[in-house]
């Protein structure tokens, strides 16, 4: 008898109705994600494979206590106190783990609240008045001192992963203005060791996701951007190991994401006792916020996570969360559709007979969504003019968009188009309407990048011009997608028209009306998904992916440098949000040339889109991409939503790179391999696989390439794990994919 079925026939018995009401207590309370012991004062959050604590010391300040592997749940914390801290020099208050510190006493660690009360008191102590724990979320109010300056502190767990989610909130119920300086979502604190290492995301234009390692030592990293939206230059992603191997499959792992696309900022500090704390929220960079009395400022969320199973499963939580909780369609997206794109055909030179030619093309190769990029609108025939006027050109559309959206349905496409709504060109209708309607400082120059200045969305004008634009466009034209494009960064973040105490608060009320601009038009266009790209992956973060379906990964479309970016990007975010276009060779970024194989094998381990000039294309290449779209179809579950495995890795100059991705049912792996520079003759590295059931049995296909001659048709899991596949590769610029494919029974 299992044990659900046991306890129903002792309950049965109605002697002991009692004893079972107090023991389904007992359950109920055993099975809860987040628990208050009222004794120590300990807060504890246990997920399956994580144990979050943090309790009230007894200064009533809130103190983290624990965060890593599960513990037992009979190990009661013990409650909070104090560190002793370091002689007078590194006081308790600031050698202590606090939870959310405010910036006052004796602090000198990175402050989670700094504020400027209107009378120049600028002391902040925070103490513990009362929590609601609901669900899986928990609610911490806390207090100043001296003054009604409250702070409530929310936690979500998703116990599917033990990832949890931090903000703030803060309420000014003083009787004057209080200025907010700076203003974190939360601080991550992990216990005093001497071998941390940091990794973390740089790039810029065409080369974005580079993957950087450090050791962690004294003093500050700080991860950030101040140009208004997220940036190439650094993403808002850490990840933290103990020992500093940064194996893929084993070890203690500490990662998280900010949910933020404006300027941020995330400091990794190690402070006097070797304590590591993780700050991370709006960038105080320019930053000030005057709260009114009765007005609230709350905090973008920091979500972070732990796993003792390696950075591997630390990007594969992070996947898995993104698609269960963060994307639109969560908790069960739709798989991503493969779509062409005109831009490196065309450029801005479309119009109806050619976008209607190449749409014959894709589809003859089972494109199943059509994107017309820059250039259908205004007077935008290059970068110089038009954008802000998102009227059709009539020049090259004269019927309007209909004929050539009709024409991608009747091919059994859907229709995606570009628009770029944040930006406007000097040079356009809209900007010579409302020149003040730009970011600027009065009579200051205004800077333009890409020949174009950025509309301040923080105004609710400009903001309610921009919805109703894009309302209209999506009203009027069966469109499907939206490739949301944002081609520059900020300069002179101005906003004369309100008063000069509120204009800093443009860094957030930007961003507040773009998400709202986003979520109110998926609302009255509920089938409508969008892309965000930004100059490439420029715009890529968990706040932006709350409101859009894809990114654009790099405007860097060579083959082989995408594998390290699109490495770099998988230790943050999922293959399923990861566009991939096959472009033509020789690339315009390098002028590399490889085969149509290579390239689609490269972009076929994320999200599969078609960007080449299929005008040029041969009958032959249009035989290859027709099997490979058709092949992707059959295996992009696994690749989208699977569970993926870094093998090889492309960086450090290596000449391998090899990826594998699980299905989520266990029944299918897909291995992609890539030899970039054959030497010596040497043979390519046996291939381990991963995440397989090593007691079924799997047999293999080749998409291309193959193994060497003699490699077993099929054997068990534990065979291809632990013996692993020889793949006959060489040469330069080679690709295999191969594809494992449960059978029935087990080894
Ligand atoms: C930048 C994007 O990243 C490109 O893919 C393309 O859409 C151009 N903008 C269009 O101007």
Same mark, same amino acid.
């Given at each position: 008898?299992? +044990? ?47 144990t979050?604590?943090?309790?009230v ?10 965060w890593?592997?599960?513990l ?12 002793e *801290? ?30 400027r009360?209107?009378d ?9 008045v009362?929590?609601?724990i609901e ?30 989610g ?13 200025t ?25 234009w065409? *080369? ?9 030592? +004294?003093g500050?990293?700080v ?17 933290i190991?103990?020992?500093? &191997?940064?194996?893929? &499959?084993?070890?203690?792992v500490?990662?998280g994401?900010?949910?933020?696309? *404006? ?32 007005e ?8 972070a996570?732990?796993?003792? *199973? ?44 050619g ?41 090259k ?5 209909? +004929? ?12 995606g188009?570009w ?9 356009s &209708? ?8 730009v ?20 105004r ?13 466009l ?8 939206l490739?949301w &494009? ?12 309100v ?28 089938n ?11 715009r890529?973060d ?16 060579d083959?082989?440098?995408?594998l ?9 975010y ?7 276009w ?31 000039n ?5 009958a032959?290449d249009?035989?290859v ?20 495995y ?35 003759k040497?043979?390519? +590295?046996?291939v ?60």
């Amino acid at each position: 008898m299992n +044990p659900a079925a046991f306890s129903r026939s002792w309950c049965a018995t109605r002697r002991l109705l009692l004893a079972c009401v107090l023991m389904g207590v007992a359950a109920v309370a055993q099975a809860q994600t987040i628990r208050y012991d009222a004794t120590t004062r300990v807060f504890r959050i246990d997920t399956d494979a994580v144990t979050y604590a943090f309790g009230v010391n007894e200064n009533d300040q809130l103190q983290t206590l624990y965060w890593g592997a599960r513990l037992s749940t009979g190990d009661a914390l013990p409650a909070a106190h104090t560190n002793e *801290g370091n002689v007078s020099f590194d006081p308790p208050t600031s050698t202590s783990l606090q939870e959310y510190a405010g910036w006052g006493g004796s602090m000198y660690v990175e402050p989670d609240l700094k504020l400027r009360y209107a009378d120049g008191n600028r002391d902040l102590v925070l103490h513990y008045v009362s929590h609601r724990i609901e669900g899986d979320t928990l609610d911490v109010h806390l207090r100043d001192i001296r003054q009604p300056l409250d702070v409530t502190l929310h936690y979500v767990v998703d116990p599917a992963t033990g990832i949890i989610g931090r903000s703030a909130l803060i309420e000014n119920h003083t009787k004057q203005v209080v200025t907010i300086d700076s203003v974190a979502a939360a601080s991550w604190n992990l216990p005093a060791a001497e071998d941390y290492s940091l990794r973390y995301l740089t790039g810029r234009w065409a *080369g974005e996701w580079q993957l950087q390692t450090r050791a962690i030592t +004294p003093g500050n990293t700080v991860l950030e951007s101040r140009r208004g939206s997220t940036g190439h230059e650094n993403n808002p992603w850490f990840a933290i190991e103990r020992g500093g &191997d940064w194996a893929e &499959d084993h070890g203690d792992v500490w990662f998280g994401a900010l949910a933020w696309s *404006g300027s941020w900022r995330i400091t990794v500090e190690q402070g006097v006792l070797h304590q590591v704390r993780v700050t991370g929220g709006f960038n105080p960079f320019d930053f000030a916020w005057p709260l009114a009395p009765g007005e609230s400022l709350s905090t973008p969320v920091f979500y972070a996570g732990y796993t003792s *199973g390696g950075i591997g499963e630390a990007s594969r939580l992070l996947h898995r969360f993104e698609l269960a909780q963060i994307v639109p369609q969560h908790p069960k997206p739709r798989l991503r559709p493969v779509l062409y794109n005109s831009w490196e055909a065309t450029n801005f030179a479309v119009d109806q007979a050619g976008q209607e030619h190449l749409a014959e093309l894709a589809a003859s190769i089972g494109v199943e969504r059509f994107v017309m990029d820059d250039g259908w609108f205004g007077a935008r025939n290059d970068d110089h003019a038009g954008l802000g006027d998102w009227v059709v050109n009539p020049k090259k559309f004269p019927h309007g968009l209909k +004929p050539l959206i009709d024409k991608v349905h009747a091919l059994k496409m859907d229709f995606g188009l570009w628009v770029e709504p944040e930006m406007v060109n000097p040079d356009s &209708d809209l900007y010579r309407a409302h020149p003040d309607w730009v970011l600027n400082f009065t009579d200051r120059p205004r800077s333009e990048g890409r020949n174009q200045l950025v509309l301040n969305l923080a105004r609710q004008d400009v903001r309610d011009h921009v919805f109703k634009v894009l309302d209209d466009l999506l009203s009027h034209n069966d469109i499907a997608f939206l490739k949301w &494009d944002y081609n520059r960064n900020w300069s002179e973040p101005g906003w004369p028209q309100v008063a000069p105490d509120q204009q800093q608060k443009i860094y957030v009320d930007y961003v507040r009306n773009l998400y709202g601009i986003l979520a109110e038009l998926r609302k009255r266009h509920p089938n409508v998904e969008i892309e965000s790209c930004s100059g490439g992956g420029g715009r890529v973060d968990l706040g932006i992916l709350g409101h859009t379906d894809e990114v654009w990964t790099s405007d860097n479309t060579d083959p082989f440098d995408r594998l390290s970016i699109q490495d770099g990007f998988s230790y943050a975010y999922a293959p399923a949000v990861m566009m991939a276009w096959v472009t033509d060779s020789p690339n315009w970024v390098n002028n590399r040339r490889t085969s149509l194989d290579y390239r689609f094998l490269s972009s076929m381990q994320g999200s599969l889109g078609i960007g080449a000039n299929l005008l040029h294309w041969t009958a032959k290449d249009f035989a290859v991409a027709k099997k490979y779209v058709a092949e992707y179809k059959a295996i992009r579950a696994s690749v989208q939503q699977g569970k993926l495995y870094r093998l090889l890795s492309p960086r450090d100059d290596s000449p391998h790179a090899a990826t594998e991705s699980v299905s989520q049912d266990g029944k299918q792996a897909v291995l992609f391999a890539f030899l970039h520079a054959s030497q010596m003759k040497y043979p390519y +590295p046996r291939v381990r696989l991963q995440g397989l059931d090593p007691d079924a049995r799997y047999r293999w296909r080749s998409l291309h390439g193959a193994p060497v001659a003699g490699t077993l048709a099929e054997a068990s899991g534990a065979y291809w794990m632990n013996h692993g596949i020889d793949l006959a590769l060489k040469g330069d610029y080679q690709a295999a994919a191969i594809v494992f494919d449960r059978v029935g029974g087990k080894r």
